[in-house]
């Protein structure tokens, strides 16, 4: 259901102050084991040759990761860790946006949000929204309906930094008028934006629209050979929980985990992996750097 929040506070999140450089912690050995999730996985990569990046989204959704680094000429093994299904509120979502309140903005904080979004903004009619982005990797999902000709879709904010707590405590407000906000999230997500967002005095609805949960088959070959490559990409703390549960209670693991921000990060640390690499500001680029640097740290650059 809908969720309706709103607080009497008025301080946003303080930003905290992050290196800019890559960060690192070095290994410690981690144990691994029993199969309980995955898909139908299969290698994808340039050649295939030797892949030395295993890369865990979706299936279908990892082709721009291992476009850029084949542009470093490296290889690619494809392990889907996760699957998107739909959340309580996704049918609500299409009445929302038809009804008579309109929200001043509506927020996607991820690639799926947005395409969850998208379904329903179109089955709504197409009405007048204005959306703020975490970031560029977010913003590129309505590019192809913003360069349609008679667009009703504005994408008019995105945060100096592509975090959740930045976006929540830079989101513009109209002075002292109320200022609702209409947040579609993952029914997994913190509740760190409608929080943020109360706390500054917007009037938030949040809809948990989609849900990620671990694939539920792995092949066990491709799993073999995951887990001797040096570095495994992840995007979500979903992706980290899936991987920490594949290679539990066998046999040491100490390769790298590369990770698409800081948060992520975080869910890796918390869960016990040790050799973590993350870039400053979330992204496709950052993350690309990343995995290049912890590649190059065990020389496999």
Request: hydrophobic residues 40%; contains cysteine; neutral net charge.
């Amino acid at each position: 259901m809908a969720q309706v929040s709103l607080f009497s506070l008025s301080s946003p999140f303080p930003a905290s102050a992050v290196s800019s450089r890559l960060r690192l912690n070095r290994p410690l050995p981690f144990q691994f084991g029993r199969i309980q999730a995955s898909s139908d996985a299969t290698s994808a990569s340039a050649s295939n040759s030797n892949p030395k990046v295993v890369v865990t989204r979706e299936r279908g959704k990892n082709g721009k990761l291992i476009k850029a680094l084949a542009k470093h000429r490296i290889d690619c093994l494809e392990l889907p860790l996760i699957q998107h299904a739909q959340g309580p509120d996704t049918d609500r979502l299409s009445s929302v946006l038809n009804a008579d309140t309109i929200f001043d903005w509506i927020i996607i904080t991820s690639p799926e949000a947005g395409s969850v979004f998208l379904e329903a903004w179109k089955e709504a009619g197409t009405p007048n929204v204005r959306i703020g982005v975490v970031g560029a990797g977010t913003a590129s999902i309505f590019e192809e309906v913003i360069q349609s000709s008679k667009c009703s879709l504005d994408v008019a904010f995105s945060p100096s930094k592509a975090t959740g707590k930045i976006l929540a405590s830079e989101l513009p407000k109209n002075g002292n008028k109320k200022c609702t906000v209409l947040y579609p999230a993952s029914a997994k997500a913190s509740n760190e934006i409608e929080e943020g967002l109360s706390n500054r005095g917007f009037e938030v609805v949040r809809l948990n629209t989609y849900t990620t949960e671990p694939v539920h088959h792995v092949d066990q070959t491709v799993l073999k050979q995951a887990l001797s490559i040096p570095v495994v990409a992840v995007a979500s703390p979903s992706a980290v929980c899936s991987w920490v549960n594949l290679i539990s209670d066998t046999e040491q693991w100490s390769n790298s985990v590369a990770c698409i921000g800081e948060t992520t990060a975080s869910a890796a640390k918390r869960l016990g992996l040790k050799n973590v690499y993350y870039p400053t500001h979330p992204g496709l680029e950052g993350w690309v750097d990343s995995i290049l640097e912890a590649l190059r740290e065990h020389g496999h650059f």
